[in-house]
T-cell receptor, first 116, second 116 residues
Framework: GAGVSQSPSNKVTEKGKDVELRCDPI?????LYWYRQSLGQGLEFLIY????????KSGLPSDRFSAERTGGSVSTLTIQRTQQEDSAVYLC??????????????FGPGTRLTVL | AQKVTQAQTEISVVEKEDVTLDCVYETRDTTYYLFWYKQPPSGELVFLIRRNSFDEQNEISGRYSWNFQKSTSSFNFTITASQVVDSAVYFCALSEAQGGSEKLVFGKGTKLTVNP
């Protein structure tokens, strides 16, 4: 079956603009995660969804970052008023969530965001 | 707090050499899970292995083997008879059972280059 897909694959935007990044998880996966990968910070957790709710938003770096998930499937990560430090690869992952730690997370190819 | 340390930033070996990638973790939980992921030049993170804190049995999968030692909080990864296709960045990660989010805390990664 299809893996996790993300769009766009690349996004270049100007400082101050808003961007939306999309993630389509593997069908049937109830858990969805957003991570960010940058040279300076490595791989950082941003937010976790179980179904449509987000019980862990602890990794969102500021209130400019928000995410939602609808229908227990597609998720959108929105960054408002982008800053140059937001430049990174944004990775989405999904898992079956049969219980804590029991499931491998399957990652998408990522969206490379460049803020000029 | 959770923390994963991969002290080796880059390793370069010649094909057919054995190589060990080190991973040291910190957690206050008694139940936790450890993972290794591979990120080839194409960029997509690939799951390699999951281990829970109650299972210290070492695992071998083909040329790959993992050594989990709770006494030293280490989960090292060995590639035997390395091949050029093993060239990638390898990430060690930790997930705690408490808290429920199942988020992964990653090390900074070790870039492995296997030269022909």
């Amino acid at each position: 079956g299809a893996g996790v897909s993300q769009s766009p694959s690349n996004k270049v935007t100007e400082k101050g603009k808003d961007v939306e990044l999309r993630c389509d998880p593997i069908s049937g996966h109830t858990a969805l995660y957003w991570y960010r990968q940058s040279l300076g910070q490595g791989l950082e957790f941003l937010i976790y969804f179980q179904g449509n709710s987000a019980p862990d938003k602890s990794g969102l770096p500021s209130d400019r970052f928000s995410a939602e998930r609808t229908g227990g499937s597609v998720s959108t990560l929105t960054i408002q008023r982008t800053q140059q430090e937001d430049s990174a690869v944004y990775l989405c992952a999904s898992s079956l969530s049969r219980g804590a730690g029991l499931n491998e997370q399957f990652f998408g190819p990522g969206t490379r965001l460049t803020v000029l | 707090a959770q923390k994963v340390t991969q002290a080796q930033t880059e390793i370069s070996v010649v094909e057919k050499e054995d190589v060990t990638l080190d991973c040291v973790y910190e957690t206050r939980d008694t139940t936790y899970y450890l993972f290794w992921y591979k990120q080839p030049p194409s960029g997509e993170l690939v799951f390699l292995i999951r281990r829970n804190s109650f299972d210290e049995q070492n695992e071998i999968s083909g040329r790959y083997s993992w050594n989990f030692q709770k006494s030293t909080s280490s989960f090292n990864f060995t590639i035997t008879a390395s091949q050029v296709v093993d060239s990638a960045v390898y990430f060690c990660a930790l997930s705690e059972a408490q808290g429920g989010s199942e988020k992964l805390v990653f090390g900074k990664g070790t870039k492995l280059t296997v030269n022909p």
